[in-house]
């Protein structure tokens, strides 16, 4: 009896875990493979729930490994090529699920990330697969046999032959589920343990939290922008989208999308810039102009009262102090700073200093060392060990990437471990 156990029933491990079982159940190997997946919390897949703000935003059309941040996008080229966004959509299909798409990103048609998970636990309950909920993993170590021992927090033990772990990162975790997770094993030390290569996790998809006076006047403002990321002169990611501020962070996508790069430089102790243009459609020349021409049709009004209309009120106002330009100035002696106006509206910069908690992003940049693994995510230097999702050194931008990185690479995992029994010559 071959025994495979899987740590974590989220996306990728569920994925892994209804692959395995349907080999199992097509070759009847029911007496010869025994799956087991142990899931800490009370039931699978529960981080699906909170995806895509509660619809689940699962995969994108518009995909390539340029939406991923790796450092081997040769091995996340070979899992998608085995397992793509079209594998993933008649997956779905297959298990029950009808799909809406919306401008290329793919959705259940309910809108309810919980058919999603739902659909999910029913296809890996009828499947020979055995789930224990409630089970937190705190340890595994390996034998010189290449036996895999894993102790839960309650102290009971299970081997197994071969594993998969698919246990996800600290990512969009509550506070309860935070103080749960001190019982499990630590990522980084088990890594340590195993021989395997890894980085420390930093948080993506994320706000970048920020101390200037600025956040504090413009707070509750949403306004269409351009956000670009820098590590010294390095230019990280620029992105156009819906920016958020806040009283305390710079926020929305366009700021999400390369996040976790700045915070990896930051971390790395380089210094690090977000630069936002709050009009990036205007030339530097045509916003000038625009300027002048507001500036002299009310030379009487304050400044902030002739350039309404330009921007919100509450962002001029915190940009004129920024400047060090005083409420009352009127518009008409304003005219000499016109350019310093254009600067900072085109070019507003903030120092990134603070690294948010793991648990604030929705997800983790880092990990297992991806390059660790063959492009079966099979250890290179330890057989019969593999790695899923959020655990393995890459992310994805916002846009349905992640979930597809967990779905694709769960069934490369699921698939090749019992690859000798539909492929002798492996
Ligand atoms: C708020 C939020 C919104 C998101 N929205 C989207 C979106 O719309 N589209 C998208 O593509 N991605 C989205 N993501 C990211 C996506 O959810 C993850 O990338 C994906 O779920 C990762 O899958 P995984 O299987 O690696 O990890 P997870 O889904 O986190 O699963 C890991 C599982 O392992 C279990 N586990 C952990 N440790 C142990 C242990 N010691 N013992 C036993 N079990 C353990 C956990 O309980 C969990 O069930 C979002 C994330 C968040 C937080």
Known sequence: MIRIGI??????????????????????????????????????GKKILSTGNGRCNFSNRDFSTDKYHTAS????????????????????????????????????STDSAATVRDLLERALYRLPVTVHTDTMVSDISIDEGGQFTVTCADHKTCSFDRLILSCGTKAGLSPKQMRERENSFDLAELAKKLGLSFSAFVPGLVRLPMEDPFFK?????????????????????????????TEKALSGIPV???????????????????????????????????????????PEDTVSGALLGLLPGKVLEALLYRLGCKSSVKAGDFTGEITHLVNAIRDLTFPVEIMPELASGQVCHGGLSLNAFTNNLEAKALPGFYATGEALSIDGICGGYNLQWAFSSGYVAG?????????PDQ
């Open 256 to 298: 999400f999308q390369h996040s976790a790069l700045a915070l990896q430089a930051l971390k790395e102790g380089k210094q690090v810039t977000a630069h936002v243009n709050l009009l990036p459609d205007l030339s530097a020349d045509a916003l000038w102009e625009d300027i002048s021409r507001r500036l002299s049709a009310y």
């Open 217 to 245: 006047k413009t707070h509750g403002i949403r306004i269409d922008g351009e956000v670009s990321l820098f590590a010294e002169d390095r230019l990280l990611g620029r992105e156009k989208g819906e920016i958020q501020l």
């Open 415 to 423: 698939n090749h471990i019992l690859q000798e029994f539909y492929d």
């Open 7 to 44: 740590i974590g029933g989220g996306a990728s491990g569920m994925m892994a875990a209804i692959t395995a079982g349907e080999h199992i159940r097509q070759l009847h190997l029911e007496k010869q493979v025994q799956v087991t997946l142990l899931e800490a919390e009370a039931f699978p």
């Open 73 to 108: 996008p040769d091995i996340a080229e070979a899992v998608f090529s085995c397992f793509g966004v079209q594998d993933l959509c008649s997956f779905l299909e297959r298990i029950g699920m009808r799909i809406k798409e919306r401008e290329g990103y793919l959705y259940p």
